[in-house]
């Protein structure tokens, strides 16, 4: 009845989801802690007594976030570059499941369903820290920062990617090479 | 029959339409959160039952000090800013009520 790729999509985006918003709440506070800066707790949120200071709290927290996404998105390309179940090595796969971490293999489908959402996560985050720079709210590094990661990240997932589409290639080249044997005989 | 499908296919787009909206709002939430926290502005502490600074509050037993409004009125002895220079004798032993009351008594 529901479509099978929406509700993986969902399902993966609900534990980044909660991840960062986890992370910018603390974040607000521990660097505020961390920094000496006032700030209330009320109907209006986290008010901080300074403007300077909202700055640099409201920079560190965003910086938290971005780095999360991107230790986040690392974890999922080191799966999908060394434990794709498509081009996972066979020794690799030996050991897994003699270590029982048969749970690393992953299929295409659920790589890229989590790659897809982080990478949505920090794309929002990019844009979203370049307008706070641009007003002044965030510093200006934190963007540049956020770029940096963005554009990496994405390069490593269409690496990967593009490996996949190699071996579907590659797959039927195979089928092919078969065929011309058999019309040898 | 046919309506039957055509039936499950609007469930489907309609199921399936929610899903999106759900997921769109899963993903903006981090986003929105961003907006959490901000700078307190001068004078917001200030709040509630507040007058505008040139209105004054009338209780009871009080009377209105609409100065300005009766500034030609008032004697010139007692716009003196030094109070022993005051040629009234009288007047130092008047309580403020009183000597509200004399200056606007013409009134």
Redesign the interface.
């Known amino acids: ?3 099978r790729i ?2 993986k ?2 399902d993966q ?2 534990v ?2 909660i991840m ?2 986890t992370a ?2 603390i974040s ?1 506070v521990l660097v505020a802690r961390y920094f000496g800066i006032e700030y ?1 707790v009320g109907s ?8 300077g200071g ?1 700055v640099l ?2 920079s560190y ?2 910086f938290i ?1 971005v780095v999360l996404l991107s230790v986040g998105i690392m974890y999922i390309l080191l799966k999908a570059l060394l434990f794709h179940e498509t081009h996972i090595a066979p020794h690799l796969t030996a050991r897994l499941f003699s270590l029982k971490l048969s749970s690393v293999i992953q299929n295409s489908f659920d790589l890229y369903s989590q790659g897809s ?1 982080w990478l ?2 920090l794309y ?2 990019l844009l ?1 820290s370049g307008v ?1 720079a641009y007003y002044g709210l965030i510093y200006t590094w934190v963007f540049y920062v956020s770029l940096i990661l963005t554009i990496l990240t994405s390069v490593l997932f269409v690496f990967d990617v593009e490996n996949e589409l190699d071996l579907h290639k590659g797959s039927t080249t195979d089928k092919t090479e078969e065929f011309i044997l058999e019309f040898k005989e | 029959m046919k309506n039957n499908l055509e039936n499950n296919k609007f ?2 787009l309609t ?2 339409s929610l ?2 909206v ?2 769109v709002s ?6 929105s ?8 502005k001068p004078g917001s502490e200030v709040s509630g039952d507040v007058l505008p600074s040139s209105t004054i509050r009338v209780e009871e037993g009080v009377v209105p000090l609409e100065i300005d409004r009766y500034m030609d009125e008032i004697p010139a002895g007692l716009l003196t800013d030094t109070p022993e220079t005051t040629s009234s004798s009288t007047s130092s032993n008047l309580t403020d009520q009183e000597l509200l009351e004399d200056m606007f008594a013409g009134n």
């Open positions: 009845m529901f479509s929406l509700i999509l969902i985006s609900i980044p989801a960062l918003v910018r709440i607000l209330t209006q949120g986290i008010v901080y007594s300074d403007a909202y709290v409201n927290s965003v976030m959402i949505s996560y929002l985050i979203t706070m | 469930v489907k199921l399936d899903l999106v759900f997921l899963v993903i903006i939430l981090p986003v959160s961003l907006g959490i926290g901000g700078v307190e």
